[in-house]
């Protein structure tokens, strides 16, 4: 996707999120100018489509209404913990909402850097991958846990799950991802990172280049070492959680 459509479409999510904050959540004009600093009538006209932020200012104004929006809490409060600590995720997953708000959030991070597809396995990070393949217009790509018939050759991946003696293998079709491509990996949450990695491993076999990861949820940042990004790869996770 061109630059210039990236920002279109940044400036336009901008426009969204300050809609929402004004009508959805009764903040005020004035009450949005003493946050942003910028004059009521000015607001005024960008939430009523009369005119669309510049690309900058749009980045500004996203850093102040996503507190009002309040992405980070909205996962939070639908995280549930059950008596031996682990959590379910259902009603993140199945929130069109906030799959919509987190794509916007990928698409304002990484609108501008070279991403050509969004990489994920299956299967829960499939719905959250497929929202910010389309905010960022490209194509998804999905590592499974078995062969699809009719595909002749596949990049594989074996790993083994952490503390469990188990070992799984991840295939995508060879053709999937090709050398002149740059990655973006994302997942809906990241525990230890054992299977994160191994996308990381699969991107590199296919000899393209990671643009970056994105995830919803992650317990702790040791799994930042697993997975061996290049140096100054961009992580961006929506909330972290202290392992239990």
Excluded at 49 to 64: C, F, I, S, T, Y
Excluded at 211 to 227: C, H, M, P, V
């Amino acid at each position: 996707m061109s630059t210039h459509v990236e920002e279109l479409k940044l400036r336009l999510m901008v426009i969204e999120l300050l809609r929402t904050a004004k009508y959805k959540k009764n903040i005020t004009y004035r009450e949005l100018s003493a946050k942003t600093g910028l004059p009521v009538t000015v607001l005024s006209r960008y939430a009523k489509g009369h005119v669309l932020p510049n690309a900058e200012r749009a980045r500004q104004l996203l850093k102040v209404l996503t507190k009002f929006i309040g992405l980070e809490s909205e996962i939070r409060s639908r995280i549930k913990f059950n008596e031996d600590g682990y959590f379910d995720n259902t009603e993140i997953m199945g929130d069109f909402h906030i799959l919509q708000q987190a794509a916007n959030h990928a698409l304002a991070n990484f609108a501008g850097k070279r991403v050509t597809k969004v990489f994920t396995a299956a299967v829960d990070g499939v719905p959250l991958a497929t929202m910010v393949a389309n905010a960022l217009g490209v194509n998804l790509v999905i590592a499974k846990k078995s062969k699809e018939v009719g595909v002749k050759e596949f990049l594989e991946e074996t790993y083994a799950l952490k503390d469990s003696g188990v070992t799984i293998t991840l295939y995508v079709p060879k053709e999937a991802i090709k050398k002149r491509d740059s990655v973006l990996i994302v997942d809906d949450m990241i525990k230890t990172g054992e299977t994160q990695a191994a996308l990381v491993n699969l991107v590199r076999k296919a000899k393209a280049e990671i643009s970056g990861f994105f995830s919803l949820i992650a317990i702790g940042d040791e799994w930042k070492t697993r997975l061996k990004l290049p140096e100054n790869c961009p992580i961006e996770v929506i909330t972290y959680i202290r392992p239990s």
